[in-house]
């Protein structure tokens, strides 16, 4: 064979592995990256953005405290003041839908609870890794409430979904958990004594 025929036969191969080989992606978001942008997210009320990096069981529990609003007594002026649908629209969202417009109903019922996460600094620390499929995130919270500063150092738990890493647990999830199922749309003020 002819070293010119050879150079081409090389060639031809090469270009023939390179069209072949898939495409490379970009690179998944670390868990810290991940973690970060649930919080800033978060400091910005950005729910899209917040639910984007949560974890599907973490909105699903979300879907099933407004699915029990929506089916109390009070359902309909649930519907009506959180969330300005009828009950077929709350029926055809995802749990997703449902996590942004639940903060977005909150942040106009519980305004101050919602300007405390903007008054709030968030920065990842670190990571402990617990197996392949879960780490612990550490971070540092600052918020200055009226010129006191408060901060802790809590943790997130993140699980690795269909190969993305997503916020499954925190005490900012649990806050906005406790504030959906205590929102005082509906309910009788108390009687006076």
Same mark, same amino acid.
Request: aromatic share 6%; net charge negative.
């Given at each position: 064979?002819r $070293?010119?025929?050879r #150079?081409l036969l =090389?060639?031809?191969? %090469?270009?023939?592995?390179?069209?072949? =080989?898939p495409?490379l992606t970009?690179a998944?978001?670390t868990p810290e990256?991940?973690?970060? /942008?649930?919080?800033d997210?978060? @400091?910005?009320?950005?729910?899209q953005?917040?639910s984007a990096?949560?974890h599907?069981?973490?909105l !699903?529990?979300?879907h099933? *405290?407004?699915?029990? %609003?929506?089916?109390?007594?009070?359902?309909d @002026?649930v519907? *009506?003041? %959180?969330?300005d649908?009828?009950?077929?629209?709350w029926a055809s969202?995802? @749990?997703r839908?449902?996590?942004?417009?639940?903060?977005?109903g909150?942040t106009?019922f =519980?305004?101050? &609870?919602?300007? @405390?996460?903007?008054?709030? !600094?968030?920065?990842? &620390?670190?990571?402990v =890794?617990?197996g392949? +499929?879960?780490?612990h995130?550490?971070?540092?919270?600052? +918020?200055?409430h009226?010129g006191?500063? #408060?901060?802790?150092?809590p943790?997130a738990?993140?699980?690795?979904? !269909?190969?993305v890493w997503?916020?499954?647990?925190?005490?900012? %999830?649990?806050v &906005?958990?406790?504030? &959906? /199922?205590? #929102? $005082? #749309?509906?309910?009788s $003020? $108390?009687?006076? /004594?």
């Amino acid at each position: 064979m002819r $070293p010119r025929t050879r #150079i081409l036969l =090389a060639a031809l191969a %090469l270009a023939t592995l390179t069209a072949a =080989a898939p495409e490379l992606t970009a690179a998944q978001p670390t868990p810290e990256e991940t973690a970060q /942008r649930f919080f800033d997210g978060l @400091s910005r009320l950005r729910w899209q953005q917040v639910s984007a990096q949560m974890h599907t069981e973490a909105l !699903d529990e979300f879907h099933l *405290i407004s699915r029990q %609003l929506v089916e109390s007594l009070r359902g309909d @002026s649930v519907l *009506i003041q %959180l969330y300005d649908a009828s009950r077929e629209e709350w029926a055809s969202w995802s @749990s997703r839908e449902v996590f942004e417009r639940s903060m977005a109903g909150l942040t106009r019922f =519980a305004r101050g &609870l919602m300007e @405390s996460q903007v008054m709030t !600094d968030f920065r990842v &620390l670190g990571t402990v =890794a617990e197996g392949d +499929t879960i780490r612990h995130i550490v971070y540092r919270e600052t +918020t200055d409430h009226m010129g006191t500063v #408060i901060e802790a150092a809590p943790t997130a738990m993140l699980v690795l979904e !269909d190969g993305v890493w997503r916020v499954r647990e925190n005490a900012e %999830l649990v806050v &906005l958990r406790v504030a &959906l /199922r205590g #929102i $005082p #749309i509906g309910r009788s $003020p $108390p009687a006076a /004594r």
